[in-house]
Nanobody, 120 residues
Framework: QVQLVESGGGLVQPGGSLRLSCAASGSIISINDMGWYRQAPGKQRELVASITSGSSTNYADSVKGRFTISRDNAKRTVYLQMNSLKPEDTAVYYC??????????????WGQGTQVTVSS
C-alpha cells in the first residue's frame, strides 16, 4: 500500500510564500512523474506543476516564474515552493505520484490535499 502525506499549507498574505511537501511511503519500486494539482471552490482540478524522473519540469502559465517544483528521490518527496502568492492561488493543493509497485504495475496515487489560503 502506498500513501502520500502532504504538509505545508496554511494562510498567507498576498505576496507571501509557502512551501508544500508531499512524502510517499509504502512498498515502492520507483516513482516516475510527480506533480501538484489544485482545486478552487466551484472549479475543476487543474495541474499546477509537474516533474519527471529526469527532473524536467512543467508549469501552468498562471504560476510560471512564481512557483518551483522539485523532488528528492532519496526521501520520496516532492516540493512546491510558492512565492509572490496571489488571492487567486487560494485552493486545495493535491500532490500526485506515478508509482511502480512490487508487482511491477504502475499506479497513480494522490495526497489527501492541503488548503492554501491567500488573503489579507
Amino acid at each position: 500500500q502506498v500513501q502520500l502525506v502532504e504538509s505545508g499549507g496554511g494562510l498567507v498574505q498576498p505576496g507571501g510564500s509557502l512551501r508544500l511537501s508531499c512524502a510517499a511511503s509504502g512498498s515502492i519500486i520507483s516513482i516516475n512523474d510527480m506533480g501538484w494539482y489544485r482545486q478552487a471552490p466551484g472549479k475543476q482540478r487543474e495541474l499546477v506543476a509537474s516533474i519527471t524522473s529526469g527532473s524536467s519540469t512543467n508549469y501552468a502559465d498562471s504560476v510560471k516564474g512564481r512557483f518551483t517544483i522539485s523532488r528528492d528521490n532519496a526521501k520520496r518527496t516532492v516540493y512546491l515552493q510558492m512565492n509572490s502568492l496571489k488571492p487567486e492561488d487560494t485552493a486545495v493543493y493535491y500532490c500526485q505520484m506515478v508509482v511502480t509497485v512490487p508487482n511491477r504495475y504502475t499506479y497513480i496515487y494522490w495526497g489527501q490535499g492541503t488548503q492554501v489560503t491567500v488573503s489579507s
